[in-house]
Structure formats: structure tokens, C-alpha cells
């Protein structure tokens, strides 16, 4: 298991049923990004519309994406 997966688990580990663990995006790569949603995140909250854009690109709808800022 990656780092990234062993990290998401223990956070999931950590938090009540029935929380949304949302995984921010904000200045990781779309490389980045795919290792943590093969490690099992599955919401991607994303600062900027042209940043969410362009990795959506990439990485498409294997996750849900969620707008975090004002």
C-alpha cells in the first residue's frame, strides 16, 4: 500500500460513520490525485474552477468534484 493509502486509512479509521472525507486538491498534480482515488478517496474538493477544470481533464469522473472555496 502507498503511503498516500496508508494515510487515507488511518484518517478513515479516525472519523465517525457518515462523514464525507473530502481530499483537497489545491496544488497536487493530477498524478497525485489519481494515487489517492486508487487509494480509496472518493470526494475531490478542487480551490480554483480552472485548476478543477484541467484535472478533471485528466483524471475525469472516477471522483466525485467539489468546489471548497468562496
Known sequence: MSNIGMKY???RD???QGVTL???A???TAAEIQEAI???ID???ENYVQEAVRKY???GD???WHMIAH
Open 22 to 24: 473530502v481530499a483537497a
Open 9 to 11: 486509512k488511518e484518517i
Open 26 to 28: 489545491k496544488g497536487r
Open 62 to 64: 472516477k471522483a466525485a
Open 43 to 45: 470526494v475531490i474538493g
Open 57 to 59: 481533464g485528466e483524471i
Open 38 to 40: 486508487n487509494a480509496g
Open 14 to 16: 479516525s472519523i465517525p
